[in-house]
């Protein structure tokens, strides 16, 4: 099965969804969904593993790894409403769910460890979160598959070898393509399979229908214009980056420039009605920071703070933004929901200063989702993976590239204006205090968008970057697996273990009880 050739609408804006972590909440959701598929139904049981020395078994009740499962198992999506209550509302129904830790590993440090029943009906199921919301099935019941969530994926089971299922298949002419792993055919398409007929062909067992979970489908043949900036061609000096981004991802989808824009700009609306939400002003029970954005934005307006000029306008978005992260609203991961607000909390401040219209907007959003590209395809987003460089990193990269389109900066200026902004961040650890996505989260967003702002301005005004893009990423990748795991995400080093943050946490299990 082929890799997973990356979207800017499915792995780097998005996904739209409540909840403190991409890798952890949007990505279970994900995954529950797809086990949702595989049972037909919601479960009975479910038994979760986790590995002692991955990042889940430290933080999947904090960072919402339990919610999102439940909430994808009672198939309900990212951003919905209810996730916070999928706990509960699973136990209501008469599922049970138990969780083990134990030494397994895994290479992954997010890897899911899935055993299903619904009632006679069992499955296990093996699953990755690989950043910013990305998942990948590696195995289901002993059979290794690579599954991304970017097709209508039907699973045959057999019992007399595989030949007349797949010659059955290739008659209904609907399949891009399938694989036989012993006795399991996968089959990937655009559109679900007719299962009856599908389920006519002798020796067939089981049939299993597991819907998409991208917004943006794989479809056949697919082939995109470029996988890293080296590879852009034409004359970057000539035009601004979101030519580029807008013909990668018109090739990605299959679809033409207007809706393009179109996404781009409905996207936009959510990242400023998340803005609008965190000013106003939000609450949730079990979060470490209280409301700021709106005391912020109040003093910054009349005065009594130090002249910031467009650098407070985005410290209100970016606080605003984590703010209604925190408090479970609706958010766009971009890249993440750990660095939700670093690239939309710029680019946000940004276009109101500059008086940017909708077009120009959309364009600034598309910019920065190319530089996301260039970074999944050459290292990762997930802090698990690479610490806070990998996601405030990456957010202010984009960010930089997105603000100098909005400067009237040309493609090469945005490249270089990323490159300097993973460059001033590399080796950047994640060490959340509490376990909780918000502190130091809140001040390193704030940090990234500062960054981005110097570096898009000393890109507009020549400063060299001298290091290219692609090799700044080769370098963030590297530093990612020199980097401890105590630094990664798992709330066992740095901050996160002062006695401080220790208190902190003792003091929100206690509420939580």
């Not at 002419?173 to 990937?188: M, N, P, Q």
């Not at 080296?230 to 807008?246: K, T, V």
Request: hydrophobic share 45%; proline share 4%.
């Amino acid at each position: 099965m082929p890799d997973l050739v990356a979207s800017i609408f499915n792995d780097v804006i998005g996904p739209v969804m409540r909840g403190p972590s991409s890798s952890h909440s949007a990505a279970a959701v994900r995954i529950g969904r797809l086990t949702h598929d595989l049972l037909g139904g919601v479960p009975d049981q479910v038994d979760i593993e986790y590995d002692t020395l991955g990042s889940l078994a430290t933080t999947h009740k904090s960072q919402g790894t339990d919610m999102g499962l439940c909430g994808g198992m009672l198939d309900w999506e990212a951003d919905d409403p209810r996730l916070p209550e999928s706990p509960a509302e699973l136990a209501r129904r008469g599922t049970s769910v138990t969780i083990t830790k134990s030494e397994l590993g895994d290479a992954h440090p997010n890897t899911y460890r899935l055993g299903v029943r619904r009632g006679d009906v069992r499955h296990q199921l093996v699953a990755l979160s690989t950043g910013g919301g990305i998942v990948e099935v590696v195995e289901i019941d002993g059979h290794g598959v690579r599954l991304f969530g970017d097709h209508v994926t039907t699973l045959v089971f057999v019992d007399d070898g595989a030949d007349e299922v797949v010659a059955g298949i290739e008659g209904l002419g609907d399949a891009d393509s399938w694989t036989v792993s012993g006795d399991l055919v996968v089959v990937l398409s655009q559109a679900p399979l007719d299962i009856e007929a599908v389920g006519a062909s002798p020796g067939v067992v089981s049939v299993h229908t597991l819907r998409a979970v991208l917004p943006v489908l794989t479809r056949p043949g697919l082939q995109v214009p470029f996988n890293h900036a080296c590879e852009m061609g034409g004359d970057l000096e000539a035009a601004p980056l979101s030519d580029w981004a807008i013909a990668y991802e018109c090739e990605r989808g299959g679809i033409d420039v207007d809706e393009v824009l179109f996404q781009a700009r409905h996207i936009l609306d959510i990242m400023r009605s998340a803005v609008e939400t965190g000013v106003v002003g939000t609450e949730y029970a079990d979060r470490i920071l209280g409301w700021q954005s709106g005391r912020f934005a109040s003093m910054a307006e009349s005065g009594s703070l130090l002249d910031g000029g467009l650098l407070n306008q985005m410290i209100v978005c970016v606080t605003a933004l984590m703010e209604a992260k925190s408090a479970m609203e609706v958010i766009v991961a971009a890249p993440t929901a750990g660095a939700c607000a670093t690239f939309p909390g710029a680019l946000l401040a940004t276009v109101d200063a500059v008086e940017a219209d909708g077009e120009a907007a959309a364009r600034a959003l598309l910019a920065g989702g190319l530089i996301g590209i260039f970074v999944t395809n050459r290292s990762s987003f997930a802090a698990e993976v690479g610490g806070c460089q990998a996601e405030t990193g990456a957010g202010s990269a984009m960010a930089a590239a997105a603000l100098v389109e909005l400067g009237g900066g040309s493609a090469a200026q945005s490249l270089s204006a990323a490159s300097q902004a993973i460059q001033n961040l590399l080796g950047l650890i994640c060490d959340p205090i509490g376990n909780r996505v918000e502190a130091p989260c809140l001040g390193r967003n704030v940090s990234g968008a500062a960054n981005a702002l110097s570096c898009a301005n000393m890109a507009l005004a020549g400063y060299e970057h001298l290091v290219p893009l692609d090799e700044v990423l080769d370098a963030h990748r590297s530093v990612s697996e020199l980097m401890a795991r105590e630094l990664r995400c798992t709330g066992l080093g740095g901050l996160a273990v002062t006695p401080t943050a220790q208190h902190i946490e003792l003091d929100l299990t206690r509420r939580r009880r």
